[in-house]
């Protein structure tokens, strides 16, 4: 069902979003599934941290492209849109693989 939905919301994405929207909508898909296949244990061309930092940056470029597109007045720092899963994940203390109680979860 998720992938379904997925899908179905790719597809809107390709069908009103200007060329740049759809280029960073690639760009975030393809370093999505590089995170998504080190976090299931198969090999990647990304460390773990690269491939995060690789994933929130690339939302972050789909976000700008995609006000832009829409006519949205932003400002053109990135800070509040960040994703802040990924300066948990990349920051916290070298070999910790598991959450811990009271850890963010967003």
Known sequence: MAEEERTTRWEAVLMLGDDAVVAAARQWHDVAFRLMRLALGQTSDLTWNEAVRATGQARGRFYTAAR?????????????????MSKWLTE???GRNTAVAGDPVA
Do not use: I
Request: glycine residues 4%.
């Open 68 to 84: 832009r597109d829409l006519g949205v007045k932003f400002d053109e720092s990135s800070a509040p849109y960040e994703w802040q």
């Open 92 to 94: 916290r203390p070298e």
